[in-house]
C-alpha cells in the first residue's frame, strides 16, 4: 500500500467557490482503493483460515487487491471473474498472483462460482464490502485525508456497495465530527437513497451505468448503520455527467481516472449548490482508475458530445457536383472543425437523387455548437443529431 496525493483542481474550485483536493486512490496500488480493505482482511485471517487460500468474485477492482494482497502476504488466491471482463483486468488479476476463472455473465454469477469453490475447498471468501475488517481498511483513506489536510471540511465519496463510504464516515466521525461526508452514485445505479429510505438495504431495479465500479445492486448490511447514522447525504449523478468529470480529470487535472472513481468530480460539477451544502475545504476522492482502453475512447467522446464540445448529425443532400463541398462550406464558415465525414448512397429511404452525410464536427462548447446547428438550419438543411 501507499499513500496517495492530494492534488488541488482549480477548475473545481472555480465552479464550486470552495477550495478542492483530490485523493488520488487511482494511483493507489492495483490502481484503486480496494487494496486497503482487501488487505486488512486477509492480514488478519487466523494460520487455519490462510491454509486454503482465499477466493473472490470482481470484475475488476476487488479482484486485483485481493490477488495483490494475497500474493504480498504468501496466500494463494483464486478469483472468479465474468466471461465478458475487460481483458486488461483479468490480464492484471493474473499478473498479481490470482488463479483466475472466467464464467457466467454478471457479478452475481461469478459470486455463486466463488462460494461453491469456498464450500468445496474450505477458501475464504472475501467480500467486496460486507464485511468490518474490509471497512476498516477503507477506513485509511480518511486517515491520510485528515493528515495531508487536516482543514477539510467536506470530503465526497463515490459509492458502491458502501464499504469505502462508510470507513471514511466512521473515520471522520471518530477524529473530525465536524466534517460533512457526501456519497455520490450513479443515477442508473443507485440503491443507496431507496435503501436509507426504508431504513434497510433494498436491491437496486437498474444496473445500467458505465460506472461499473459502483455499481452494486445491494448495499452491503456491514455498512449500511455506519452510512444511515453518519454520513450527511447522497446524490446521484446521470451519465453524462460522468462521462464529463472524467474527461474533465483528464484535461485539467492529468488524470486518468474511471467512471466510478469520477462520481464525486461529477457531483461537484453538475448538482445543486443546496443539495451538496459544500463547507471550508473539499476532498473529492478519486476511487480508482482501472478503465478499459476501449471504453475510455468511448467515454471520452460521451464526454465531449455532453459538453457541447463534440456533435454529429446526419444530413440528406441532393446528389449533384458540389453538394458535399457546399455543405462543407456552411460549416467551415462557423469555424468548426470537421473530424469525419461518412458519404453514402445506400439508404433505406433516399431517393435516386438523394445521399445520406454522415458528419461529425468538434465545437467549442454548447453556445458554439448551437450556432453551428443554427447555420445548417439556416443553409436549408434538415439535420437529425446522432446520440
Not at 281 to 310: E, M, Q, W, Y
Request: charged share 20%; aromatic share 4%; with cysteine.
Amino acid at each position: 500500500m501507499r499513500e496517495t496525493p492530494m492534488v488541488a483542481a482549480r477548475a473545481l474550485s472555480e465552479r464550486t467557490g470552495h477550495d478542492v483536493l483530490l485523493k488520488c486512490e487511482n494511483l493507489q496500488r492495483t490502481g484503486s482503493f480496494k487494496p486497503r480493505g482487501a488487505y486488512n482482511r486477509i492480514a488478519n485471517l487466523s494460520a487455519d483460515e490462510r491454509a486454503n487460500g482465499v477466493v473472490a468474485a470482481s470484475a475488476g477492482n476487488h479482484a486485483q487487491g485481493v490477488a495483490w494482497s494475497a500474493t504480498k502476504l504468501g496466500i494463494p488466491s483464486t478469483v472468479f471473474m465474468p466471461g465478458a471482463a475487460a481483458l486488461p483486468k483479468v490480464v492484471a488479476t493474473k499478473a498479481y498472483g490470482a488463479d483466475v476463472h472466467l464464467g457466467g455473465d454478471t457479478i452475481d454469477d461469478a459470486l455463486v462460482f466463488a462460494n461453491e469453490f469456498a464450500t468445496r475447498t474450505g477458501a475464504v471468501l472475501i467480500h467486496p464490502f460486507d464485511h468490518i475488517d474490509i471497512v476498516a481498511g477503507q477506513a485509511t483513506v480518511a486517515l491520510e485525508i485528515l493528515r495531508q489536510s487536516p482543514d477539510v471540511e467536506t470530503i465526497v465519496v463515490p459509492t458502491g456497495g458502501g464499504g469505502l463510504l462508510a470507513g471514511i464516515a466512521v473515520a471522520v466521525h471518530l477524529l473530525a465530527p465536524h466534517v460533512r461526508v457526501i456519497g455520490v452514485q450513479a443515477a442508473s445505479a443507485a440503491a443507496w437513497p431507496d435503501s436509507l429510505t426504508a431504513g434497510k438495504p433494498v436491491r437496486a431495479e437498474s444496473m445500467a451505468t458505465m460506472a461499473d465500479g459502483i455499481a452494486v445492486g445491494l448495499p452491503g448490511r456491514v455498512p449500511f448503520d455506519h452510512v444511515a447514522e453518519l454520513v450527511d447525504t447522497i446524490l446521484t449523478v446521470s451519465e453524462d455527467a460522468l462521462s464529463r468529470a472524467l474527461l474533465l480529470c483528464m484535461e485539467r487535472a492529468k488524470l486518468i481516472v474511471e467512471p466510478a472513481g469520477a462520481a464525486g468530480v461529477a457531483a461537484l460539477m453538475t448538482c445543486a449548490a443546496e443539495d451538496l451544502d459544500l463547507r471550508g475545504k473539499v476532498c473529492v476522492v478519486l476511487s480508482g482508475g482501472n478503465i478499459d482502453p476501449l471504453v475510455l475512447t468511448h467515454v471520452i467522446a460521451h464526454g465531449l458530445r455532453a459538453a457541447g464540445r463534440f456533435l454529429a448529425v446526419k444530413i440528406t443532400i441532393a446528389d449533384r457536383p458540389g453538394g458535399l463541398s457546399t455543405l462543407l462550406n456552411v460549416v467551415s464558415g462557423t469555424g468548426a472543425s470537421v473530424v469525419d465525414v461518412v458519404h453514402s448512397r445506400t439508404g433505406d429511404k433516399l431517393g435516386l437523387d438523394e445521399v445520406e452525410v454522415l458528419l461529425t464536427v468538434e465545437t467549442r462548447g454548447p453556445t458554439h455548437r448551437a450556432a453551428v446547428l443554427a447555420s445548417l438550419a439556416d443553409a436549408g438543411y434538415v439535420v437529425v443529431e446522432q446520440g
